[in-house]
């Protein structure tokens, strides 16, 4: 009985293995609800919430959005794509002001949308976005 429970125990690893090669593959897949995109930027209007949800001199992420968005003064606000230029996964965290890319490193400046970390070198794509009634609204009018 010790064979079969040993090949039972080794089908089950192999399974537990190929459930998390497959989480990986999910952060980065065209399927996935926050991976690649075909479309950077949105396509419609997209509504992110309040915009004090945006910190003064600092910026936000909307990760379900793929959106970025930063605000240099009180009542300004700029948005970039954070779908990251060299290989299209979602960033993942902004700190002081950078966003982190999990695939393969790259760094952007979110006030700017530059690469400040490679592999990634072209910048985030700008994104319009507004003010309509104390919410940010992102992407091109409708």
């Known amino acids: ?12 690893k192999g399974a537990a293995l190929a459930g ?5 593959a999910a952060a980065c ?3 996935s609800k926050v991976g690649h995109a ?3 930027t949105p396509t419609a209007p997209v509504e992110l919430g309040a915009a004090d949800a945006v910190p003064v001199g600092g910026a936000r992420l909307y990760r379900e959005q793929r959106l970025v968005v930063s605000c240099p003064a009180k009542g300004s606000y700029k948005a970039f794509s954070a779908q990251c230029t060299h290989a ?6 902004v700190e002081e002001n950078e966003g982190n890319c999990p695939c393969h490193g790259s760094r952007f400046d ?3 949308g530059q690469a400040v970390k490679g592999p990634a070198t072209a910048p985030l794509p700008v994104v319009p976005v507004r003010v309509e009634g104390g919410r940010l609204v ?5």
Not at 5 to 11: D, G, K, N, Y
Request: include cysteine; hydrophobic fraction near 30%; glycine fraction near 14%.
């Open 88 to 93: 299209g996964c979602v960033l993942d965290k």
């Open 110 to 112: 979110v006030t700017t």
């Open 20 to 24: 998390a090669a497959g989480l990986g």
């Open 1 to 12: 009985m010790s064979g079969s429970s040993t090949a039972r125990r080794t089908v089950l």
């Open 29 to 31: 897949s065209t399927d």
């Open 38 to 40: 075909e479309n950077p």
């Open 138 to 142: 992102a992407g091109p009018d409708a």
